[in-house]
């Protein structure tokens, strides 16, 4: 498995409103605007999973007062050296094989070099199926192996995790 940066949507609403060009064009001015704002694995060639990771500000949504991964800080949600892991996607053929640990670990190295002084992330305590689609925030004991500690509990099963960087 090679992990490499890669980019990353907009918001949900812009995504929505743009065109398949438009979209090709964000992602080009977002990779070269810096930092790239995900990780890719690849596989034989093959990208087999991505994790979304950056600073908060990059994902307004992540933001949000009420949800679960709101900031602990006001000033957090606009602090470049805040950053979260906020999705991932693994292929169905590549589950099961620790790709997740493994971009956490990447994240956590690039998030270092970028300049981060905070990683967070707000995964789920657990589930009933493993293939849960509910498992693209990451779930909570990927995160505790990586050293992330819980910072705060909004919503039950969701903890609002952090690593001191």
Known sequence: MH????????TPAARREN????NKDHIKARIDAGPPPGLLAFEDGQ??????IGPRADVPEFNNAGRGSAPLEPGDAADPAVWAISCFFIRSKARGKGLTHGLVGA???FARRSGARVLEAC???QSK???S???YVGSTRVFEKAGFA??????????LMRLEL
């Open 3 to 10: 992990l490499f940066q890669a980019a990353a949507g907009s």
């Open 107 to 109: 994240g956590i190295d």
């Open 19 to 22: 065109n398949r060009e438009r």
């Open 123 to 125: 995964p789920m305590d």
């Open 150 to 159: 819980r910072a705060a509990e909004r919503k039950p099963g969701r903890p």
């Open 47 to 52: 990208a087999i999973g991505w994790m979304q």
């Open 133 to 135: 689609v509910g498992l």
């Open 129 to 131: 199926d493993s293939r």
